[in-house]
């Protein structure tokens, strides 16, 4: 069985009700609807997709110190951290931001060094609808105050075996 040029618009309806299997695993009832086996899981959030990763049980405050826009989608943040975080290269911060109930999960983009030499850390955010992200780019300003976390089991370490 040939797919006519289904694919050529991207005004095609696509219904979830297909569970046959065929090329592509969708089969054409019609020429103007494609039935495609789907299933409607919402995205997981950050806390969701992690929840069985470690992360630290302290939640430390911190206060944005710069922000420097790296391109037009893209925000660098500096964050003044507290004397207690500590990290480890790989791993990732749990981002809180009062008035916002999502968190965001966002990876340090700067070396543990950084953070022993001057107590910053910075974090590369990109442009997205997502609420933490959103919040970043358009609400951050510099003495923004912010809570953190840090997670993840993949991670470097530079103690020698």
């Known amino acids: 069985m040939t797919i006519p040029s289904v694919w ?3 005004a095609r309806r696509f219904s ?3 569970p046959a299997p065929a090329p592509f695993g969708c089969r054409l009832r019609d020429p103007g609807i494609v039935d495609r086996h789907m299933s409607s899981k919402r995205k997981m959030d950050h806390l969701e ?3 069985n990763n470690y992360r630290q049980c302290a939640l430390y405050p911190a206060q944005v110190c710069g922000i420097i826009n790296e391109s037009e989608t893209v925000k660098r943040l500096r964050i003044a951290a ?3 975080f500590r990290f480890k290269a790989g791993q990732w911060v749990d981002f809180f931001i009062p008035g916002v109930e999502k968190v965001g999960g ?3 983009c700067s070396s543990p060094g950084l953070l022993q030499r001057e107590g910053i850390i910075e974090l590369a955010v990109k ?3 997502h609420p933490p ?3 970043v780019h358009t609400l951050c300003a510099v003495g923004s105050q912010v809570a953190m976390r840090v ?3 993949f991670f470097f370490d530079p103690s020698p075996v």
């Open 8 to 10: 050529s618009s991207a």
């Open 16 to 18: 979830l009700l297909c």
């Open 49 to 51: 997709r992690t929840a």
């Open 82 to 84: 507290h004397p207690d």
């Open 106 to 108: 966002f990876s340090m």
């Open 127 to 129: 442009y997205s609808k």
């Open 133 to 135: 992200a959103h919040w």
């Open 151 to 153: 997670g993840g089991d």
